[in-house]
Nanobody, 122 residues
Framework: VQLQASGGGLVQAGGSLRLSCGAS????????FGWFRQTLGKEREGVSC????????YYSDSAKGRFTVSRDNAKSTVYLRMTSLKPEDTAIYYC????????????????WGKGTQVTVSS
């Protein structure tokens, strides 16, 4: 199983980024995808999750209204569109998968990709 997150970078506050997570080695339609982030010295936190078919999405309070998760099962790819970015969004962002339903808890996720760094300057 391989998950590859990409799309991170340096952006000014108020800007936008779109992260992508490409998956291989799994039946994508059987898995919910989660986005998590971690900053130095802090625990990894759940940011968003999208259900297997994409019909249900979940967001942390900090992401709600600014981030949008979506998926293209035909491309085995999940996206996280981040807008109105704030310096406190600076973190390494990870994608992860679990079978069946969504979870925002890292302990529930089965496979993880390497993260992509997002840095928001003030």
């Amino acid at each position: 199983v391989q998950l590859q997150a990409s799309g991170g970078g340096l952006v000014q506050a108020g800007g936008s980024l779109r992260l992508s997570c490409g998956a291989s080695g799994i039946i994508v339609e059987d898995h919910a995808f989660g986005w998590f982030r971690q900053t130095l010295g802090k625990e990894r936190e759940g940011v968003s999750c999208i259900s297997r078919g994409g019909g249900s999405t979940y967001y942390s309070d900090s992401a709600k209204g600014r981030f949008t998760v979506s998926r293209d099962n035909a491309k085995s790819t999940v996206y996280l569109r981040m807008t109105s970015l704030k310096p406190e969004d600076t973190a390494i962002y990870y994608c992860a998968v679990k079978r069946y339903g969504c979870s925002m808890s890292e302990n529930d996720m089965k496979y993880w990709g390497k993260g992509t760094q997002v840095t928001v300057s003030s």
